[in-house]
């Protein structure tokens, strides 16, 4: 499968599967028209061909001339006109670009001494974008994330590795197990972004009066649960267990005007005490909603943000990546390529890649069952 090439043939993208990574792998070049000059890819492999990743940018690279590749594992692979989940697949999108126009981020594990390599091509650039892979086990990825947007100034998107087995990320001209990677595009390439929550919030927001670390005891000055069940209704209050992968916590973010947060689960309730835990650290004084997850309200933002991005653009995409949680595809919308139809019928046919993730990135935060669409304009 394929979604072919733009009429100016500076981007190409192919889909391929097969029992094993060679049989994939042609499959994938079996339909990929590199453009002419192309000399950057990005690659996303599902997990059954972790542990061959790098045996697939070898060979990518010397059939299509492309000399860097960056990418990574997820649990599916979007391109062509669906996905390809939990089956060995591999998802590319190759572009020619001016040759200044980008620069590989080299892995960051501890900090950002990497970056050094990096300096003469910052100094003479203000990077608009940064797309970046992660090891979702890498407790330092948030704080990454911060200080690359802060040393780059750039407007970080991308996603966690998301393996059963081995973590892999491609990084340039190599492939590594951890650390944060990718690539930086100078601001004079036009580009667009997106991110569509999973999720639509349960009233207001919140302050939390009082919490240790994970535990929350208190909301607006009374106990949290009882905050929490007047915000999920008697219904859901009677029975509890059945919010399990339906109500989610969300923190918004400080100072972001497009009132997006970031959705946390829910990790264990105290009965006794009136305390609720969640998959994340918080403070008094921190800013809490409640949040449902289903298909109607994850279907009406995913066309928001797509009729957004219609607006902004001017023509049709050149090419684009999408990067989705996990937990959504078939797990939301009845099947694994819903996504990728509806970015098709609101934008049209263009060279296309991305996979599903273990976190996803927007403006260097790191999100949960959300959806990032980057388009290159």
């Keep these: 499968m394929t979604s072919g090439t733009t009429g100016t043939a500076r981007f190409a993208a192919s889909l391929g599967q097969g029992e094993d990574w060679q049989t994939a792998a042609k499959a994938c070049l079996d339909t990929l028209s590199t453009p002419e000059g192309a000399n950057l890819g990005f690659i996303y492999v599902t997990d059954q061909l972790a542990d061959q990743l790098a045996s697939i940018t070898t060979l990518l690279r010397g059939i299509t001339g492309v000399r860097d590749w960056v990418g990574t594992v997820g649990l599916g692979v979007c391109g062509g006109d669906g996905a390809i989940y939990d089956q060995a697949a591999v998802s590319v999108l190759v572009g020619r670009f001016d040759a200044d126009s980008f620069a590989i981020l080299p892995p960051q594990t501890d900090g950002l001494a990497p970056l050094t390599a990096l300096e003469p091509w910052l100094r003479d650039r203000a990077p608009l974008l940064a797309l970046a892979h992660g090891d979702p086990k890498q407790a330092r990825t948030p704080a990454l994330l911060t200080d690359l947007a802060g040393r780059t100034g750039s407007f970080i998107v991308g996603g966690l590795t998301a393996s059963r087995g081995e973590q892999a990320i491609a990084a340039g001209d190599q492939v590594v197990a951890e650390g944060l990677s990718g690539v930086l595009f100078d601001a004079d ?34 106990p949290a649960l009882d905050v929490f069940k007047e915000a999920i209704g008697p219904a859901l ?15 918004p973010i400080q100072g972001d005007d497009r009132g997006d947060y970031l959705v946390r689960n829910l990790t264990a309730i105290d009965l006794t005490r009136g305390w609720i835990a969640i998959a994340e650290n918080v403070q008094a004084g921190q800013k809490l909603l409640f949040c449902r997850r289903d298909q109607e309200s994850a279907l009406q933002d995913m066309d928001r943000m797509l009729s957004q991005l219609q607006r902004r653009l001017s023509g049709p995409p050149q090419a684009g990546i999408y990067i989705t949680c996990v937990a959504r595809g078939a797990r939301q919308f009845a099947d694994d390529g819903a996504e990728i ?36 304009t």
């Design 237 to 251: 209050s009677s029975e509890l267990r059945r919010i399990d992968g339906l109500i989610f916590a969300g923190l």
């Design 189 to 222: 390439l036009p580009v667009a972004t997106g991110l569509t929550q999973g999720c639509t919030p349960l009233g207001p927001a919140h302050t939390i009066t009082a919490a240790e670390n994970h535990v929350i005891m208190a909301i607006d000055g009374r």
């Design 341 to 376: 139809r509806a970015i098709r019928e609101k934008l049209g046919d263009f060279p296309l890649t991305g996979y599903f993730a273990g976190g996803e990135i927007s403006n260097a935060q790191l999100y949960g069952y959300t959806g990032v669409l980057v388009l290159f």
